[in-house]
């Protein structure tokens, strides 16, 4: 039989609003955290690709709920396969580095495994085939990295140089950017 939230996240469609209304349940009940993180990362689950949806929205809210579960997060990011799923995924990495590097009191605390976890998938994601936005979140998160890394900044300098004429607009002008804030 399936749980409250499985019920809930079959209901749930690509329009924001629906999103919203769904992450505002989990805000809601936060008794539901834990599953909902589960789902994300239960490819086999029809669902898994709404509950990464749910998770980017109440990230934004509550990024701090993600803290006792950043073990099971960062060490799962490589199984997800689905661009449904890794685009909300590859946001909230983003959000989670720019967390533990602002060092406030509410700010998320990374190991560096988790750390080189993020690391390692938003190259992959870099380097693969995927959809724009989650190569600019990608970009976004390695540039704000490699403040830290000595060796990510050339790195992604490297490949934004080589793969620029390959790509869209959108891809383009996140790269140029990036690289205009890396070679100063």
Same mark, same amino acid.
């Given at each position: 039989?399936?749980?409250?939230? +499985?019920?809930?996240?079959?209901?749930? *469609? &690509?329009?924001?609003?629906?999103?919203?209304?769904? &992450?505002?349940?989990?805000?809601?009940? /936060? !008794? %539901? @955290?834990?599953?909902?993180?589960?789902?994300?990362?239960? /490819?086999?689950?029809?669902?898994?690709?709404?509950?990464?949806?749910?998770?980017?929205?109440? &990230?934004?809210?509550?990024?701090?709920?993600?803290? /006792?579960?950043?073990? @099971?997060?960062?060490?799962?990011?490589?199984? %997800?396969?689905?661009?449904?799923?890794?685009?909300?995924?590859?946001?909230?990495? +983003?959000?989670?580095?720019?967390?533990?590097?602002?060092?406030? =009191? *509410?700010?998320?605390?990374?190991? =560096?495994?988790?750390?080189?976890?993020?690391?390692?998938?938003? @190259?992959?994601?870099?380097? *693969?085939?995927?959809?724009? #936005?989650?190569?600019?979140?990608?970009?976004?998160?390695?540039?704000?990295?490699?403040?830290?890394?000595?060796?990510?900044? /050339?790195?992604? +300098?490297?490949?934004?140089?080589?793969?620029?004429? *390959?790509?869209? #607009?959108? !891809?383009?002008?996140? #790269?140029?950017?990036?690289?205009?804030?890396? =070679?100063?």
């Amino acid at each position: 039989m399936a749980s409250a939230l +499985q019920t809930k996240l079959d209901y749930v *469609n &690509a329009y924001r609003e629906n999103r919203l209304k769904c &992450a505002q349940e989990i805000l809601d009940n /936060p !008794y %539901l @955290f834990a599953e909902l993180i589960s789902i994300c990362f239960s /490819p086999d689950d029809a669902n898994h690709h709404k509950a990464c949806w749910i998770l980017e929205f109440v &990230a934004y809210e509550e990024l701090i709920w993600l803290q /006792p579960h950043l073990d @099971f997060f960062c060490s799962n990011l490589k199984i %997800l396969k689905d661009e449904s799923a890794i685009r909300p995924i590859a946001k909230v990495i +983003q959000l989670l580095v720019k967390s533990h590097y602002r060092k406030d =009191e *509410n700010g998320i605390s990374l190991s =560096e495994e988790n750390l080189q976890n993020c690391i390692e998938v938003s @190259f992959d994601w870099l380097i *693969n085939d995927v959809k724009v #936005a989650t190569k600019a979140y990608s970009i976004r998160t390695l540039y704000l990295l490699g403040n830290h890394y000595d060796w990510i900044h /050339p790195e992604l +300098q490297l490949i934004l140089n080589k793969d620029f004429g *390959n790509h869209s #607009a959108a !891809y383009k002008a996140v #790269a140029k950017e990036v690289l205009k804030k890396i =070679e100063k």
